[in-house]
């Protein structure tokens, strides 16, 4: 399926009472409350305009592994939901871990509305308007969650990594890890660690999918997330001796999440080596085309605003000279009709328990 242009969106969306504040975010500021305006906005914008980018991937993943009844799926860094609802539509129980609350709490209304139950007990099965039964438990933070709530429930057949760098921020205590300079390695850890905890909630032989960016030659968004890089390292490569500091070699490049990224995320062969490291034996691969195809350039900017890259840039720099870098970066991709369309590839690997 060939994602749909995203269409224009009124800054004042109906999820969003309040307006956010446009005020840039410096560094010696504390960071936007969670609970605030401002992520609320970029939470709905990651659900209504970026989120619907990555269909095409969850489509490929779920036809390959003849996801539908009888799927027990747990998704982990589920997003707002988008993701878990096709799923579901498939026939597939499908529950979700998800660490940014705002985007947690979109999914559970999203998964509501679409008559299942996102506060009823982990295995428990509901009903809505006569629809298909659907059993939906989102939680906070990681897979181990699961096992701390709830009576015990049969193993689950199939996990989804669909964003690394996000379900990496995913520490136990429902917070991000991962968006300061040097923390790269940390990151892949915490990724290794919440593949194992999933894994021990999996049937034997059960596959877990982990998915990111495919080479940075094939995804034209690449050379846009890499302002984001250059902004939010600028204090380290403008300084005496900076060229050669950890924060510029952890962001020599990036990937959907909170930056710094791991440099092998972009690399052949390393989800498979991720997979091994946390037990789990590699039983396949694929590409999916995901091109990100907007409206206009505001529409652009708000979208990959959303996906959270380019946080440390505006705590770093200045807001607005972010959205300035980004709209120039754009240019390139910019059609004669107004619309931005850039074409990517996404891989994934699908490992078993």
């Given amino acids: 399926?060939?994602?749909?242009?995203?269409?224009?969106?009124?800054?004042?969306?109906?999820?969003?009472?309040?307006?956010?504040?446009?005020?840039?975010?410096?560094?010696?500021?504390?960071?936007?409350?969670?609970?605030?305006?401002?992520?609320?906005?970029?939470?709905?914008?990651?659900?209504?305009?970026?989120?619907?980018?990555?269909?095409?991937?969850?489509?490929?993943?779920?036809?390959?592994?003849?996801?539908?009844?009888?799927?027990r799926l747990l998704g982990l860094g589920c997003g707002s939901g988008l993701a878990l609802l096709m799923a579901a539509a498939r026939g597939a129980e499908v529950y979700g871990t998800e660490a940014d609350p705002q985007r947690l709490a979109l999914a559970r209304e999203r998964l509501a509305r679409a008559g299942g139950t996102a506060s009823g007990t982990y295995g428990s099965r509901a009903h809505g308007d006569g629809a298909r039964a659907a059993s939906v438990r989102l939680l906070p933070g990681g897979p181990g969650r699961f096992a701390e709530h709830g009576p015990a429930a049969p193993p689950f057949t199939l996990v989804t990594a669909f964003d690394l760098a996000v379900t990496a921020g995913c520490g136990a205590d429902g917070g991000r890890t991962g968006d300061a300079p040097g923390a790269a390695g940390g990151a892949v850890e915490a990724t290794t660690s919440m593949l194992r905890e999933a894994a021990g909630l999996t049937e034997r032989g059960s596959a877990i999918v982990l998915a990111g960016w495919g080479p940075p030659e094939r995804c034209a968004t690449a050379s846009v997330f890499r302002v984001a890089a250059r902004l939010a390292y600028r204090p380290l490569l403008g300084s005496p001796g900076g060229t050669g500091g950890a924060g510029a070699r952890a962001g020599g490049r990036l990937s959907m999440g909170v930056p710094p990224v791991p440099e092998g995320l972009w690399g052949r062969d390393d989800l498979e080596l991720i997979a091994r490291r946390a037990g789990l034996?590699?039983?396949?691969?694929?590409?999916?085309?995901?091109?990100?195809?907007?409206?206009?350039?505001?529409?652009?900017?708000?979208?990959?605003?959303?996906?959270?890259?380019?946080?440390?840039?505006?705590?770093?720099?200045?807001?607005?000279?972010?959205?300035?870098?980004?709209?120039?970066?754009?240019?390139?991709?910019?059609?004669?009709?107004?619309?931005?369309?850039?074409?990517?590839?996404?891989?994934?690997?699908?490992?078993?328990?």
């Fill in 1 to 71: 399926m060939t994602p749909t242009l995203v269409q224009r969106h009124h800054p004042d969306s109906a999820l969003v009472h309040p307006r956010s504040d446009p005020r840039p975010v410096l560094p010696s500021a504390p960071r936007p409350d969670p609970a605030g305006p401002r992520s609320r906005a970029r939470a709905v914008d990651w659900a209504e305009i970026q989120e619907r980018m990555l269909v095409p991937l969850y489509e490929a993943v779920y036809a390959r592994l003849d996801v539908g009844a009888g799927t």
């Fill in 281 to 353: 034996r590699p039983d396949g691969s694929g590409r999916v085309t995901c091109p990100f195809g907007y409206a206009d350039v505001g529409s652009a900017v708000r979208g990959l605003l959303s996906t959270g890259v380019f946080d440390t840039a505006e705590r770093a720099t200045d807001g607005t000279q972010v959205r300035k870098e980004i709209t120039e970066a754009l240019h390139p991709y910019r059609r004669p009709d107004g619309t931005v369309w850039m074409p990517n590839v996404f891989r994934y690997v699908i490992a078993r328990t």
